[in-house]
């Protein structure tokens, strides 16, 4: 049997609810060339083992499942289904996500159109529960994270995070080289922005701005989390950021400690924000009073007053939590629509 030209990497832990749409939404895809499904079970607590097994057993030579005795967290696992894998590329679609029809020819047909990039990522649907099921809003990455139409750069990535894992593909030998820098060992929160980070240093990511996956918001997920987290969160991404641009300093990538500080006030400005609309302001910030300036010098001015009036007057601090919550809730009725999830 021919090696596939596409392995196709699924991390799974406790998506018994979930896993069967995404690995639906896999194998039938439509490609000229073989490719392989390579499905990291992480010692689930639920039926997830049970179910993926059937799809081992339906797809015998296409899915394949990689498990082990005890659960190895997201960064072994990660890295586990990279080593394993055979594909000249790698895609990534995490368990309770899953693709659109044509997803892996269309980017297949782009990377090999443009061969100096180093991978692709896509527009998306973003998925949220509602009281009457799913709600998704299409073209998620384009209308609300105002991802360019042109290739991803390093230093687009060093502000914030573009790349959906669920849209992602890579040259094999970029995500082999990268589960090997021992990068995975320094235990970032989050797993797709590092590796986005490592792989652009060598090349673009080209974008297709078609919605061509779908993100699921659950309960639980890491960017669906409390406040104490997020703030937890942006420390672990500032971390991060740092780390990655003095790499590109060593590397000769001009513009990356300009791209650094707007990463550094974009995840800075995220958290203020996100205390304020949970009625805790002061959990943005750390008992250091230093620290706490330089988080609230970064952030919009306005920004900025709102926080200060906020932790000084808690009345006005449930106010505007309560404001936050029905704002939300209307904006996700005028611009998530209702979906079918399958």
Known sequence: MSKPLVSVLVMAYNHEQFIGRALDSIVSQHLDEPFEVLVG??????NTLHIVRDFEVRHPGLVRVVTSE????MHANHKRLVLAAEGEYVAYCEGDDWWFPGKLRAQLNQLRAQ????????????????QSGWRGRVGYATRVRKVAPTPTRFVDLLERNL????????RRSVAT????????????AVGDWPLCLYATQFGDLGFDTTPLAAYRRVAGSVTNVGIERQVERVRDQHRMIDDFADEARGRGIPGSEVAARRGHQVTDSAVVWSSLMAGRPRLACSSNESTSRSLLSSVHPLVRLAWISAARIPLLAKGMRLFAE?????????????????
């Open 41 to 46: 079970e992480d010692c689930s607590t639920d």
């Open 70 to 73: 005890s659960n190895v967290g």
């Open 115 to 130: 061969p100096w990039l180093i991978g692709s990522h896509t527009d998306f649907t973003h998925v949220i529960p509602s």
């Open 163 to 170: 790349v959906q894992t669920c849209t992602l593909v890579l």
């Open 177 to 188: 080289d990268y589960v090997r820098s021992g990068h995975l060992e320094r235990g970032y």
């Open 326 to 342: 029905t704002a939300v809730r209307c904006r996700e009725l005028l611009t998530y629509r209702r979906i079918d999830v399958g």
